[in-house]
């Protein structure tokens, strides 16, 4: 699941009026001193970024009109529908078709245009996986390239499909495979079981469980069944897929898991690794993208938990497919430029650089899109290297799905592991909403 999707699952949908630098929010035509910015960020998230924009105001004199907007793809549609007022910058959509019409449309910017002579420089130094599309071609909407031109800055991403664990707990090697991994004994470590799980996140619960099948799958089958998938032109019932959930179905098997499926079931995905700190250990693994980090230390204040020391992770195991092994799971945050004036060319230029996104990760909690950029903290450091090796670094496929797809697809998942011999009526199921809601998408 994308950090945006996450902000717009967990918090309420609406306008949060300017919470940050400067007053109005309306939009400064062609303006070369004032920049309007809409972001989804709260919290540590949005204050961070006010760390990034601090300097860029003071060096520049542009004021930056910072307005939170937890809807905002859909109002940013509802205004390009309306010939409204748009904001100077601000996410770009996540829906491929979205992403093709508003660039037929001219609503959103090349970054070509906001870079201008800063571009190539800006293209070498972040991640090829963020900014170049596979096998040469002209078009890759998933990282906003349509018709060889990009239109999303790149500016943070996070790794997926690591495997924590707690360093006074699981003291051995990891696992080369994902068959290795499932041979561990936990008992020899003082665990209970192999795997934590929790799948519970409120309306979006289902997505750690998305997660864990398409970190399988892109691996285990390869990228372009992947894509094809998200696309809707790979059925749930190929074997592909199926061989994906019957595999994802071992993490949660009675066996395996923590409590049993009615723990990972009921279980907030940001309390399912509190087991493994626990003594005795309840478990060894918690399979979870970067940003958990964050949930260990709260959790366990008391503990002082440090990164490196006392937690730890391992890469996503090979599938046993070596030719798959570079495709690895992320998510990024972007920003658009909806309008081409000097001020909003001018920020854009300034998040593309090693300075601006050397402070996001020195804030903590993130990886930046740049390929360079210095990790005090030895966990980002490491998933920085995850990141850098990766061939493709491929989306979270339900986050790219038709909404009605996507809601069928995370309940799958809770159906399966509420009941395993479901899994052919789940996927027939899947199959039947797979071909109404791409035939609406």
């Known amino acids: 699941m994308s950090s945006r999707a996450i902000a717009l699952s967990l918090g309420a949908l609406l ?15 062609a303006s070369s001193t004032d920049v309007t910015v809409w972001t989804a960020w709260g919290g540590a998230e949005l ?76 293209k070498d130094n972040t991640y090829p996986a963020l900014t170049t599309a596979p096998g040469g071609a002209s078009d890759d909407v998933y990282i906003g390239i349509v018709g060889g031109k990009h239109y999303e800055l790149m500016v943070k991403t996070q790794v997926k499909g690591l495997f924590w664990y707690n360093k006074k707990a699981f003291t051995g090697q ?11 004994n936990p008992s020899q470590y003082g665990a209970q079981k192999l795997f934590c799980a929790g799948f519970e996140s409120g309306a979006a619960s289902g997505w750690p469980a998305s997660d864990q099948i398409d970190n399988i799958i892109m691996r285990q089958s390869g990228d372009q069944v992947y894509t094809n998938w998200i696309q809707g032109k790979q059925k749930f019932t190929s074997p592909e897929i199926k061989l994906g959930y019957q595999t994802f179905l071992k993490e949660v098997s009675a066996a395996n898991v923590y409590g049993g499926s009615n723990t990972a079931l009921s279980t907030n995905f940001g309390k399912a690794g509190d087991p493994m700190f626990k003594t005795p250990a309840g478990c060894l693994f918690l399979e979870q993208a970067t940003f958990i980090t964050s949930f260990f230390q709260q959790d366990f204040p008391s503990l002082n938990l440090k990164a490196g020391t006392d937690f730890d992770f391992f890469a996503h195991p090979s599938m046993g497919n070596s030719q798959y092994d570079g495709n690895v799971n992320g998510f990024y945050d972007n920003f658009a430029m909806y309008n081409d004036t000097p001020a ?6 300034y998040m593309a650089t090693k300075d601006a996104q050397q402070i996001w990760v020195n804030d903590g909690g993130t990886l930046g899109a740049i390929k360079t950029l210095n990790y005090t903290d030895p966990i980002f450091k490491r998933a920085a290297d995850v990141a850098g090796s990766a061939k493709n670094l491929l989306v979270t ?12 697809f995370w309940q799958s998942l809770l159906n399966v592991t509420r009941d395993p011999s479901s899994l052919d009526a789940q996927l027939k199921h899947l199959d039947q909403v797979q071909a109404a809601a791409y035939a609406t998408s």
């Open 397 to 408: 496929a339900g986050d790219f799905m038709p909404s009605d797809m996507q809601k069928a």
């Open 47 to 122: 204050k961070a970024f006010r760390d990034v924009l601090a300097p860029f105001q003071s060096s520049t004199g542009i004021k930056v009109h910072l307005t939170t907007n937890r809807d905002s793809t859909n109002q940013i549609a509802n205004g390009i529908a309306a010939g409204t007022d748009l904001p100077d910058v601000a996410p770009g959509p996540t829906d491929p078709v979205q992403v093709k019409s508003w660039v037929s449309k001219g609503a959103i910017k090349p970054i070509e245009t906001a870079l201008g002579d800063q571009f190539s420089a800006y």
């Open 344 to 349: 909003a060319r001018k920020l854009m230029q």
């Open 15 to 29: 306008l949060v009026a300017a919470c940050s630098t400067g007053g109005s929010s309306s939009n400064q035509s």
């Open 174 to 184: 990891a696992p080369k495979t994902f068959d290795d991994l499932l041979a561990i």
